[in-house]
């Protein structure tokens, strides 16, 4: 079946970075656009940055572009999202997500704390 498993989340201070990464099985990721989001308590999720099949086009929420870059690795069937200049309104649980068809599918998702 279908599964995407984020991985990379943690506490970071202020300033610092972290990868996070979405492994995933059970369709042919090279044909399917990719999303992270994020979601805090009481908040709609937020979509974060997209990017193409091959990678070569991507797209970032405006309070993430020029800190966050979204990057796949379609021999290793695996997204990644790499976020620099972490600031405490970073603090959320992150997901990938890709939409097949109608369906769309998640992953359980993993913390980022940004907190001194």
């Known amino acids: 079946q279908v599964q995407l498993v984020e991985s990379g989340g943690g506490l970071v201070q202020p300033g610092g970075s972290l990868t996070l990464s979405c492994t995933t099985s059970?369709?042919?990721?090279?044909?399917?656009?990719m999303r992270w989001y994020r979601q805090t308590p009481g908040k709609e999720r937020e979509l974060v940055a997209l990017?193409?099949?091959?990678?070569?086009?991507?797209r970032y929420s405006d309070s993430v572009k020029g800190r966050f870059t979204i990057s796949r690795d379609n021999a290793k069937n695996t997204l990644y999202l790499q976020m620099n200049s972490l600031k405490p309104e970073d603090t959320a649980v992150y997901f990938c997500?890709?939409?097949?068809?109608?369906?769309?599918?998640w992953g359980q998702g993993t913390q980022v704390t940004v907190s001194s």
């Open positions: 990017i193409s099949f091959a990678g070569t086009n991507t």
């Open positions: 059970g369709f042919r990721f090279r044909n399917y656009f």
């Open positions: 997500n890709v939409e097949l068809g109608n369906v769309e599918v």
